[in-house]
């Protein structure tokens, strides 16, 4: 699994120093795709299929530019000065996999949108921290949602993080909130579970909505700039081991 997060941390790393005005989404994938394809490993979003959508997940990249959330379909336009684009990568590697997101800047962006960044970025590292063994999800969902609700922000509910191994999407649920009406769900971390981390903040209100009729990209009901950060870490004895980095 590290093999496969570093190849990931890898690819997101290079696509970060695409990053500026002029450049598309699909130069983004097709630059992921030609890594995915020289390490012999595999895209894991292309194909996926949802009950919502109109046709499988096209491409390697989740590319969300602005109110979109998730999954956004990489496309030929160009991105522009002041931009956001969240860029999602998963592979299988070896037959393990890896997932990771960051939200990108396209050249200068506004204040207000720079602090979503920075407070999305953090509720991540935040979380990340408090992660070890015989730690309820629940405490940690609890503090991602009050970090990004203390900054105005909201967390978004339909979306969630993940148990990630041999398959991209493995129990349990990982949420970024606490549900009071539904504790069941709630687990205690355990040395060796691995789990996509990767909270989803809307600059406005949490409610998403479908953004066109393909059923893919998942867009702020409001419109307002949406980020999302993730990492693949592992559980250990002695905390946290994120396997998503270079
Ligand atoms: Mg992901
Ligand atoms: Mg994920």
């Given at each position: 699994?590290?093999?496969?997060?570093?190849?990931?941390?890898?690819?997101?790393?290079?696509?970060?120093?695409?990053?500026?005005?002029?450049?598309?989404?699909?130069?983004?994938?097709?630059?992921?795709?030609?890594?995915?394809?020289?390490?012999?490993?595999?895209a894991?979003?292309?194909?996926?299929?949802?009950?919502?959508?109109?046709?499988?997940?096209?491409?390697?990249?989740?590319t969300?530019?602005?109110?979109v959330?998730?999954?956004?379909?990489?496309?030929?336009?160009?991105l522009?000065?002041?931009?956001?684009?969240?860029?999602?990568?998963?592979?299988?590697?070896?037959?393990?996999?890896?997932?990771?997101?960051?939200?990108l800047?396209?050249?200068?962006?506004?204040?207000?949108?720079?602090?979503?960044?920075?407070?999305?970025?953090?509720?991540?590292?935040?979380?990340?921290?408090?992660i070890r063994?015989k730690t309820?999800?629940?405490?940690?969902?609890?503090?991602?949602?009050?970090?990004?609700?203390?900054a105005?922000?909201?967390?978004?509910?339909e979306?969630?993080?993940?148990?990630?191994?041999?398959?991209?999407?493995?129990?349990?649920?990982?949420p970024?909130?606490?549900?009071?009406?539904?504790?069941?769900?709630?687990?205690?971390?355990?040395?060796?579970?691995?789990?996509?981390?990767?909270?989803?903040?809307?600059?406005g209100?949490a409610?998403?909505?479908?953004?066109?009729?393909?059923?893919?990209?998942?867009?702020?009901?409001?419109?307002?700039?949406?980020?999302?950060?993730?990492?693949t870490?592992?559980?250990?004895?002695?905390?946290?081991?994120?396997?998503?980095l270079?």
């Open positions: 699994m590290r093999l496969a997060g570093a190849l990931v941390a890898r690819i997101l790393a290079r696509i970060a120093e695409m990053a500026r005005p002029g450049v598309t989404t699909a130069d983004m994938n097709a630059v992921a795709e030609e890594m995915i394809a020289k390490a012999g490993a595999q894991l979003f292309r194909g996926v299929k949802t009950r919502q959508a109109k046709f499988p997940f096209p491409a390697a990249l989740c969300s530019v602005n109110e959330v998730v999954h956004g379909i990489p496309s030929t336009r160009r522009e000065e002041g931009d956001i684009v969240s860029v999602d990568c998963g592979v299988r590697l070896n037959g393990y996999c890896g997932d990771s997101a960051v939200t800047r396209i050249g200068q962006v506004s204040h207000g949108v720079q602090r979503l960044l920075s407070v999305t970025q953090d509720a991540l590292e935040l979380a990340i921290g408090l063994p309820w999800w629940s405490d940690v969902a609890g503090r991602i949602q009050a970090h990004v609700e203390a105005g922000f909201s967390v978004v509910r979306f969630v993080g993940h148990g990630i191994g041999r398959e991209m999407h493995e129990e349990p649920k990982v970024n909130y606490i549900d009071p009406r539904d504790r069941r769900q709630d687990f205690m971390l355990r040395s060796g579970m691995v789990l996509a981390v990767e909270p989803m903040v809307n600059m209100a409610a998403v909505v479908y953004g066109d009729a393909t059923g893919w990209p998942v867009v702020t009901q409001d419109g307002s700039p949406a980020a999302h950060f993730e990492h870490v592992a559980v250990t004895d002695g905390g946290v081991d994120i396997l998503t270079v």
